[in-house]
């Protein structure tokens, strides 16, 4: 089974509308034989960020329309980092903060992963911030950061403390 990352923009972007298509996701996806592992919706309820585990992106294309949703993209396969599936599923937790890094061409996954792990512990500069995890792109376009901060700025000397880029961040509901 593989993840993938499937991202929404609600029809009814209120915090209504995000959970109720959230709902509808859900459904939906059980009639392809994938499990949503997780959603999470930004502050202002206009972008839903949900990863689900199927066999393959093609049992994902029922979701390519989802009831309630202005815009669905395809799905992308992504890789977990820095938290184990089985806790995610078991827990279902909730993060404060996105963060969204457009990566830059030149990057592999190999590359990725080692500075990863090479500048994580530099997060135990700025205690008040939780890295979480991260889903990274296989075709490696992007990665979605998550955090459990106190504020925007925190976030933003975590990121700047690991040396990494933030294209968009999102405060999540």
Avoid at 83 to 109: F, N, Q, S
Wanted: charged share 25%.
């Amino acid at each position: 089974m593989s993840l993938f990352l499937i991202e929404l923009v609600p029809a009814d972007p209120t915090r209504e509308g995000a959970q109720a298509l959230i709902e509808t996701l859900a459904s939906q996806s059980t009639g392809t034989g994938a499990e949503l592992i997780e959603s999470q919706v930004t502050a202002d309820a206009g972008r839903v960020f949900a990863v689900l585990e199927a066999d393959e992106a093609e049992a994902l294309a029922p979701l390519a329309s989802v009831d309630g949703a202005a815009e669905v993209t395809a799905p992308a396969e992504v890789r977990l980092v820095g938290a184990e599936l089985a806790d995610i599923k078991a827990a279902r937790p909730h993060a404060g903060y996105l963060v969204e890094w457009d990566l830059p061409a030149t990057l592999d996954m190999d590359t990725y992963l080692a500075n990863k792990k090479a500048k994580s512990p530099r997060y135990a500069q700025v205690p008040e911030v939780a890295f979480l995890r991260t889903y990274v792109r296989e075709d490696m376009l992007k990665c979605l950061c998550f955090y459990d901060a106190p504020d925007q700025d925190t976030v933003v000397r975590a990121r700047e403390v690991v040396q990494t880029p933030i294209d968009r961040l999102h405060q999540l509901a």
